[in-house]
């Protein structure tokens, strides 16, 4: 009988201090919001914002994930930040030009375009903002129509430029894209901004396979597609290879750029922001 009385008191307090183990788990994981002597949780981040709510004293901490829209393809790409194109050396010049703003770097650029006397073509331009600071980029026309982007950082003007066609970009979302056509080649690029330059995300090309054989170009001269590549890796199809370019650039959110300003124009429209 005093086994069994003795057995009951321990098992009753087994269930007690099981409870009470419980209670303060459940402290843990759920602690009162309402008690400000805790300290401040926050989430390890690299740039974060903190705002008060009006009914506590306690800040909350926001998370702000750069490029945080896009793929984990253009993000590796990003932080790789390989370099492309150059920076404006002024005609005559053999060193690359100082600025002490974008406004002063755009206008000698497009008065150096306008007064080369080599150059029987008038340029054209546009401003246009692909990353999200408050510097446009300065899109323009040369001969036969092909077109380079500017942007500006470092003190200097920055310019992609090859034999490009036509340009889409996401505004303020650090991504332009551009297509080219080069002989039996069809080409095209998605560039970023990076510390004020620019930079590769990607490069694809196609082309035929032998551009040299009789069956790789159609009755009207275009080259007859059975080659592609993107980054050095070859893809097996068109299919593939708009699968594999959209994960560096989505297209159907992309904005054509295809108003283009006289430099009279462009530098009353730089000169006012």
């Known amino acids: 009988m005093k086994k069994k009385i003795l057995l009951t008191l321990l098992t009753g307090l087994s269930t007690v201090i099981l409870f009470a183990c419980g209670t303060k788990e459940a402290a843990v994981t759920e602690p009162d919001v309402a008690d400000t002597t805790t300290e401040e949780e926050t989430i390890p981040t690299t740039d974060t914002v903190q705002t008060e709510d009006e009914n506590s004293e306690e800040a909350v901490t926001i998370e702000v994930i750069e490029n945080a829209t896009h793929s984990e393809e253009y993000n590796l790409r990003f932080e790789a930040g390989e370099r492309i194109g150059g920076s404006y050396v002024p005609t005559g ?7 002490g703003d974008w406004k002063e770097g755009y206008t000698a ?39 380079c982007v500017a942007t500006f950082g470092g003190g200097c003007v920055n310019i992609f430029s090859s034999q490009i066609d036509s340009i889409l970009y996401c505004e303020r979302d ?14 095209d690029y998605v560039v970023a901004i990076k510390d004020g330059f620019w930079i590769a995300i990607a490069y694809g090309t196609k082309s035929p396979l032998d551009i040299w ?22 893809l097996a199809s068109q299919n593939e290879y708009d699968e594999t370019l959209g994960k560096y650039f989505d297209s159907a959110l992309g904005t054509s750029v295809t108003e283009f300003k006289g430099a009279a124009e462009i530098k009353e429209t730089i000169n006012s922001l």
């Open 213 to 234: 054989a009789e069956d790789s170009f159609d009755e009207n001269g275009n080259p007859i597609i059975s080659y592609w590549e993107i980054n050095e890796q070859e």
């Open 174 to 187: 650090n991504a332009l894209f551009a297509s080219e056509s080069v002989e039996a080649s069809l080409n």
């Open 109 to 147: 650029l497009i008065d150096d375009l306008s007064s080369d006397a080599d150059i029987a073509y008038e340029s054209t331009y546009a401003l246009i903002y692909v990353d999200d600071d408050d510097i446009p980029e300065l899109a323009y026309k040369t001969a036969g129509d092909k077109i």
């Open 93 to 99: 010049e053999a060193e690359v030009a100082q600025y």
